[in-house]
């Protein structure tokens, strides 16, 4: 990381466009933003969000819900709600969005600028794997020796690191509440990263507000947000798709 670059990190919008709109107001000044995948699937405004995710971010991976809700793959493995969610998201994209969602690359990819750095959906051994706990979050870390990983699909903010051969878990100090909030790391030059950004349009945290991650390479310290949006606009949206009940529901609880 040796250029100065501010990147705006996000992740797992899902088709929220509410959301996605209140992170890019909240987020401080930046000089490109990295997509991590998963733009479409559950929300129900999935061409407006993938049309302001590429006016956004110059750099993207795809993930799952891209893919299943592309064409690319089936939605064998989807719950239900989520299979459902997939074939109204194919259904209801114009053929340019489509085509846009098929031509993603999986990670790992590398962004210019940005040595020692790299942005994946799942993990950067597998693209559909859940990095959830730390058990899960070593292999990765000890098998690629890149000192910062950015990665979304579980959408949980925060991340893990490996100092001395040890894996930690790492949770943003963020209190729930409905107001904007933030949080620093400082990441020690000596240790390895696997971030999390968290969700913008889907958290599963318990914390309803859109999640987003902020990187100052030269700082070398990423700051953690959590974003109050208009969450019964969102809901709103959903239900009137005639959408899964469910899928409008758990963003008010943020599972
Ligand atoms: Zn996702």
Known sequence: MVSSLRVLLIS????????LEACLEASPPFDVAVNLGDVVGYGASPNETVERVREVC???????????????????????????????????????NL???????HGPISVDGLADVQ???GSPLDEDEYLIGVADALEPLLGFPVPLTFFGHSHLQGGFSLYRDRGSELHPQ????????????????RARYLINPGSVGQPRD???RAGFAWLDSDARAIQFFRVPYDVEGAKRRILEAQLPERLAMRLSIGR
């Open 58 to 96: 110059r750099f993207h991976v795809r993930g799952n819900h891209d893919r299943a809700c592309s064409g690319v793959s089936g939605v064998e493995g989807f719950n239900p709600v989520a299979a459902m969610a997939a074939n109204w998201t194919h259904s209801s994209l114009t053929p340019e």
């Open 206 to 208: 318990g914390d309803w």
């Open 174 to 189: 963020i209190d729930h509440g409905d107001v904007c909030d933030s949080s620093e790391l400082r990441l020690n030059q």
């Open 12 to 19: 797992d919008v899902h088709g929220n466009l509410e959301a």
């Open 119 to 121: 942005f994946v959906h």
């Open 99 to 105: 085509e846009w969602l098929r031509s993603l690359p």
